[in-house]
């Protein structure tokens, strides 16, 4: 999906941090935008996705333990790319009027489907 804008920002940071690159797959990155939305209602272009898309990677490779704490900031909304995020989902959007009773009366009928 990319690559960073400032490459030898981004070196640079992970040589003072101590950190590593790690490359992940657009699946991988569009599994990380579904996340962040299902679990913490956080809507992520695929870009600001990216990062979590890498500690999963990392995880599962056993690179962390039980122990560490981790942090992921999310600096894309998902509205810059809503292309992008549209590919993460998996069922329609819901069309709505611009009003709060039509909101409510199709998540309403949404949730008895």
Known sequence: MGIPRDQVKALRAVLESNGRFV???DGEILSAISTLAKTV????????AAGLA??????????????????????????KDIDGVMKAVSRKPI?????????????????SL
Do not use: C, Y
Request: proline share 2%.
């Open 41 to 48: 209602g956080v809507l992520a272009e695929p870009a600001g």
């Open 95 to 111: 069309e709505v009027e611009n009003s709060l009773s039509d909101v409510e009366r199709k998540l309403l009928r949404e949730r």
């Open 54 to 79: 890498g500690l999963k990677k990392l995880a599962h490779q056993g690179i962390f333990n039980s122990r560490d704490r981790m942090l992921v900031m999310v600096t894309g909304n998902g509205l």
């Open 23 to 25: 490359a992940v797959s």
